[in-house]
DNA sequence: AAAAATAACGCAACAATGTTGCGATTAAAA
DNA sequence: TTTTAATCGCAACATTGTTGCGTTATTTTT
């Protein structure tokens, strides 16, 4: 079996998303971390915080991929089926953890995973604008 | 103002769509018109039939993007706002457009557009599995 | 029908994002 | 301390999408 490393890089990584309160992407962290490790170790090191259900990653309306810290690591099984703001203004990207969608499907559909996305202006574009 | 017009490269792509049930990515449908027109051309068709709102498109879990025909065009407003079924197996997309989930939003956030995904498997491969 | 206007095209070049192979490091176990 | 293998850095590559510009072709005007 594979046992996973706390490596300096790693631990960086993890500093950065314990200072954020929104997702961050791939290109952020990198800004964020400035020349501590590689691009390449970044994704490698994203892919195992994944893995180890340490963060979700998440895909945007616009094709953007972020990532953001899981903070329900003490449930018995460990499933994102919440949902997540992207905000048009600010492009900031938020967990909304108590935000679950009921729906109706179709019969013959085995659904294992959903992705809810909600886009609009969060709280703080709403009122800071005209 | 600028007037679209109707190219033979255009017909060709609406008639990939035509014929398909599910959604296309820009591989898919370059790979069925084989060599009809350029690469960029595509592109260029896909951005202008979804201004036109003849198809939209849906950014999937996985980073794909694909392209479905809009079967709605009759609604006075044109809004995309149906779930989108993404088959683990056959990674086929395709619209549920009957699918809308009900959901409650914490205060002071404007939501302007929704996406809603599932994943898993479809009719057709979970009749066709073990 | 011919001429004019401009939407659409092809091509080449570029950009962003992510992946892979491989030899060198280094964290953790023995 | 030595050993093991997870992780890293670097270079090279792949995919997806964009942009500029001179050319082509559809549509409108004459
Ligand atoms: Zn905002
Ligand atoms: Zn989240
Ligand atoms: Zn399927
Ligand atoms: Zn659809």
Known sequence: M?????TTAKTAV????????TALSHTEIQKQLNDVCDRVTIYRILDRLVNEDIIHKISNLDGTVKYAKCNHS??????????HFSCENCHEITCLENVKPSYIMPHNYKVNEINFTLSGLCPKCLNSNI
């Open 14 to 21: 993890l500093e950065v998303f314990e200072n954020s309160k």
């Open 74 to 83: 003490h449930q018995r099984v460990h499933i994102h089926n919440h949902a």
């Open 2 to 6: 594979k046992t996973t490393r706390n």
